[in-house]
């Protein structure tokens, strides 16, 4: 049983961190206590830092990487897209469901049906760190277990060929749809308006880039 320290970089952002969540997940199921900080307590030069076995911090936003390379250079594991592109959750983890009590989310699921995006705006990360085209990566079940509320992450999701198919698992949940990143307008046509119009859905936005 070893002690772990969860560093939520971005925490003021009031999203929760998924990677920290399926970190979490993980080490439970091998018997490990797990704690959520902010990069304070450890930064702070307290006692704390001393007192796990092992210490991960997750930046998703580049204009915190300062804080990121200070945790680094101290031997805190660092990931996410603020810091490095390169660093990934191993399959095993990647594929675990969500630990949402560490934040305590009681009624909103949050993950990702697809990755990458076919776009490549200028502006945007997501074709360099995920691709250039969207694929499925896990089914609403690895992170959805009856929720009345969804949260999906995915950059488009409408670019997906397997669409219909997650379409339908969204629908079949009759949980709440929230699209964070919004969908790409340009696939939008009678057949996948229809598909969105089946869902239950408190409002629709759009990514205009």
């Known amino acids: 049983m070893a002690n772990i320290g969860l560093i939520?970089?971005?925490?003021?952002?009031?999203?929760?961190?998924?990677?920290?969540?399926?970190?979490s997940a993980w080490h439970k199921q091998h018997?490990?206590?797990?704690?959520?900080?902010?990069p304070d307590d450890i930064l702070s030069g307290s006692s704390l830092f001393i007192q796990y076995d092992k210490l991960y911090a997750a930046c998703i936003f580049d204009w915190n990487r300062q804080i990121a390379v200070k945790l680094a250079n101290m031997g805190v594991e660092v990931g996410g897209s603020g810091y490095s592109f390169?660093?990934?959750?191993?399959?095993?983890?990647?594929?675990?469901?969500?630990d949402y009590d560490m934040y305590g989310i009681k009624d909103t699921a949050y993950g990702y049906l697809t990755r990458g995006c076919p776009r490549r705006c200028r502006f945007c990360i997501v074709g360099m760190k995920e691709g250039t085209q969207s694929r499925e990566v896990a089914s609403l079940s690895q992170f959805w277990h009856g929720q009345p509320n969804i949260k999906l992450l995915d950059p488009n999701l409408l670019a997906c060929c397997n669409r219909n198919y997650l379409l339908r698992q969204l629908m079949i949940s009759k949980a709440w749809i929230d699209f964070t990143q919004g969908l790409d307008i340009r696939f939008v046509d009678i057949y996948n308006a229809e598909k969105l119009?089946?869902?239950k859905l408190k409002s629709l936005h759009f990514a205009w880039d």
């Open 8 to 23: 939520d970089i971005d925490s003021h952002s009031g999203f929760p961190n998924l990677s920290l969540m399926k970190l």
């Open 197 to 199: 119009n089946m869902l």
């Open 31 to 38: 018997s490990d206590n797990v704690f959520l900080l902010t």
């Open 86 to 98: 390169e660093k990934t959750l191993p399959g095993d983890i990647e594929e675990m469901y969500p």
